[in-house]
């Protein structure tokens, strides 16, 4: 009667099986890769935002530049690329000029990609009027 009762208690034993611990593992690891692959996304994200910001301010400080020195007579033509060095990045610059309709107001446009970018994306393209001083 003994051995019977030690029989149905061994029977009773519950536990997880085998293919209830993998199932379980393979959720956790989905789970797992999912939440890494939204965190890469993100940093990725976060350091794309940066290089437009700095690249922003490399334009905004090349119009100021060129409207504190007048350098309107020498961007004519072709326009003048600049280098800078801007959060530890290298960017450059280039500023384009068109005339318009109104007698020495020109619309400076300058835009800025990183300087060792080979494909030369544009980050940031500001555009702003200037007057070319006598």
């Known amino acids: 009667?003994?051995?019977?009762?030690?029989?149905?208690?061994?029977?009773?034993?519950?536990?997880?099986?085998?293919?209830?611990?993998l199932v379980a593992l393979l959720i956790v690891s989905l789970g797992i890769i999912s939440v890494i692959q939204v965190t890469s996304q993100h940093v990725s994200n976060i350091s794309e935002l940066e290089k437009r910001m700095l690249a922003s301010w490399v334009a905004s400080n090349h119009i100021a530049e060129i409207r504190y020195d007048a350098k309107v007579n020498k961007i004519r033509g072709n326009g003048k690329?600049?280098?800078?060095?801007?959060?530890?990045r290298d960017w450059?610059?280039?500023?384009?000029?068109?005339?318009?309709?109104?007698?020495?107001?020109?619309?400076?446009?300058?835009?800025?990609?990183?300087?060792?970018?080979?494909?030369?994306?544009?980050y940031a393209s500001m555009t702003s009027a200037v007057t070319d001083r006598l």
Do not use: P, W
């Open 92 to 122: 450059r610059s280039k500023a384009r000029i068109e005339e318009t309709e109104v007698e020495r107001v020109f619309l400076l446009t300058v835009e800025v990609s990183e300087d060792s970018n080979l494909e030369k994306t544009i």
């Open 81 to 88: 690329t600049e280098r800078y060095t801007m959060g530890g």
């Open 1 to 21: 009667m003994r051995v019977k009762s030690i029989e149905l208690a061994a029977k009773k034993q519950s536990g997880f099986t085998l293919i209830e611990v």
